[in-house]
């Protein structure tokens, strides 16, 4: 785990045996450690919630977000690649690629509270693989067993298990047990799957179609036979949106470095089909203007439209929440680029699942330590060009300071006064390069 954050090269098992000074002694038992399925991921993510739990006051909820990535492959025998739908392709075309499909779910860390931003921390990472379809003369029991497989593996499914999985693992925790999960998703966790089967103490967040039905909540006096659970149908979301007789609301939410002022209608309590009886809470939000520079004129995005499965949680704190989970996709940015998500070069069943969630139990930990440590916790000196540090130390600068703290005790070099020895030449041609000063900023 030392070698993924000091790699300066693709992060593939030989190139971290490399990073570790071991290329020259058996290297097998590094391979074993995936192949034979020698660790347990859930332990590795362990510290990584007790971290969070202990992090956030008493009475605050555990925010959480759900989402899939895709990890891009080229080798037509790796386990769980398959053709997917690329969501970086043309907007004017469906594109495909081949690559393996992962879910991840994180923790928002939040640093002020409801009026600041929030650091995702993943504390889950499946292999979420398709079955293979069969050939087109395979048998009807082969055919019986690939939809009976596609059912068990669609990606709700296993959303409804990981939420119900991080539930339990939040109850096993100290003091996890009486706080409310929070859990925020996009629209693809807006579904029958997710919404039918809610553990307790577990509010979901996540987008709704503008066009999907609601009912209103049935009058509980009715006649003779069987209890209604929907009443008549209401406003669409994008019709509630565009009804001029309902108010707007105004919401405050910190979002981009800063707090915003959100205009939201609000429509409560509402019942939706795919959730079952549960009352419901259905926002649309509406978008803010912003210019791309300063003298561009003001340009608006899409409307949102949210639904939350706790009727009585304030305005604020669901958009806040949501907000909230655009980290998980930095998280999935960071872990890519600069941890190397993906770039291993594993195959076979038992290792394709366990090389990506020690990249992202890597990155976990990383950020856990530095928010135990304070906001101070980058002891190299910024570069000349950097006057001021930034508001929370990035990704980039923690992982420098790991490989700093492991490469300066070999090199010898304190960092009091470090800045001061660099070696002043009136010439570059007679210069020479301080080798501290390169390795120590290699990734800045």
Known sequence: MYSILASLGRHTLSGLICTSGQQFVDWSA??????????????LFAPVRRAVLKHIPEGFPVVAAIDDTLLHKKGKRIHGAAWRRDPLGAPFGVSFTWAQR???TALLLPEHGWTGQARALPVDLVHAPTPKRPRRNASEEEWRRYRDAQ???RLGEVARQRIHHLRSTLDADPGGQRRTLLLVGDGGYTNRSVYRDIPQNTVLI???RKDAKLYAVPDAAQG???RRLYGDRLLT????RQEESIPWKKV???AAGKMHLFRVKVLSPVRWKPAGGRNLTVIAVRPISYRPRKS??????DPAYLVCTEPHLSLQKILQAYVWRWDIEVAFHEEKSLLGLGEAQVRTPSAVPLVPAMVAACYGILHAAAAQAGVDVCGLPLPKWRREPAPRPSTARLVNQVRSELWGKALGVHFDGFVNKIPQMRSHLNSLPSLSHAVLYASG
């Open 30 to 43: 590094a391979y074993r450690l995936f192949e034979n399925e020698r660790f347990e991921p859930d332990l």
């Open 102 to 104: 992962h879910l991840q």
């Open 151 to 153: 059912q068990r593996t």
């Open 206 to 208: 996540g987008r709704l």
């Open 224 to 226: 003779v036979g069987r």
């Open 237 to 240: 979301p994008e019709m509630l």
């Open 252 to 254: 405050k939410a910190f």
């Open 296 to 301: 561009a004129r003001l340009l608006y995005r």
